[in-house]
């Protein structure tokens, strides 16, 4: 089974910075969708990021575009969100999830998730 470990969440004040990690086990596709979600108490939940491993390519929520950036670590099978000049309505339970096989980016893009790590949660207050 694959295994996802998030990390990295806090507190901290708007303006600053925070990285989120997802440690990943378990995958043996070379093929894999890997990302960011987040939901807000009393809203739904919503994609922030997500990248690629055959090609690197990424996507990114409207409302993250030029805040966040995420990134992968082959060699220590880790995704990392970095997020700065966070913003209130950054508050949010943050999970990262995984898509496996050839046609991955497809199936991410259609909303088709394979794995779930469990939350690490991110608070934005001064």
């Known amino acids: 089974d694959v295994q996802l470990q998030a990390c990295g969440g806090g507190l901290v004040q708007p303006g600053g910075s925070l990285r989120l990690s997802c440690v990943a086990s378990g995958i043996t596709q070379p093929n894999y969708a890997i990302g960011w979600f987040r939901q807000a108490p009393g809203k739904e939940r919503e994609g922030v990021s997500s990248?690629?491993?055959?090609?690197?390519?990424?996507s990114y929520a409207d409302s993250v575009k030029g805040r966040f950036t995420i990134s992968k670590d082959n060699v220590k099978n880790t995704v990392y969100l970095q997020m700065n000049n966070l913003k209130h309505e950054d508050t949010a339970v943050y999970y990262c999830?995984?898509?496996?096989?050839?046609?991955?980016?497809?199936?991410?893009?259609?909303?088709?998730?394979?794995?779930w790590g469990q939350g690490t949660q991110v608070t934005v207050s001064s």
């Open positions: 999830a995984t898509t496996l096989g050839g046609s991955a980016w497809s199936k991410w893009l259609r909303g088709n998730y394979d794995w």
């Open positions: 990248i690629y491993s055959s090609d690197g390519k990424t």
